[in-house]
């Protein structure tokens, strides 16, 4: 195979992976309500496919997950968000830990 054929290639299973941790997020979200411990399965899956493809996890999505316990985080309900100084400041309110992701990038 050509470099660019194998450029290719990765780009196109990255966009296949990509688009499989969106629609795990999806199940994630519409399961979250009534099935809480279904999402964070999904949770888990999305950081499998991640891993094993070596495929970073869309920012959006990464922000909805705890780094520390991989709950699945819903605003107002187990994850409290502010805004500071262009900081989106996540607190997650299992485990009580807060992670920061610069406001401007996310969408
Ligand atoms: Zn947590």
Known sequence: MS???????????KEIVTQRMW???ELAKKEHAEHPDRS????QLIR??????????PREIKSRICKYCY???VPGKNA???LKEGYIIISCQ???K???????KLK
């Open 98 to 104: 807060e992670m920061r992701y610069p406001y401007k």
């Open 94 to 96: 299992r485990c009580g």
């Open 3 to 13: 470099k660019i054929a194998r450029k290719k290639q990765k780009n196109l299973i």
């Open 40 to 43: 964070e399965r999904y949770v």
């Open 71 to 73: 709950a699945f985080l």
């Open 80 to 82: 409290r968000y502010r």
């Open 23 to 25: 629609r795990l997020f």
């Open 48 to 57: 499998n496919i991640s891993m094993r493809n070596r495929t970073s996890i």
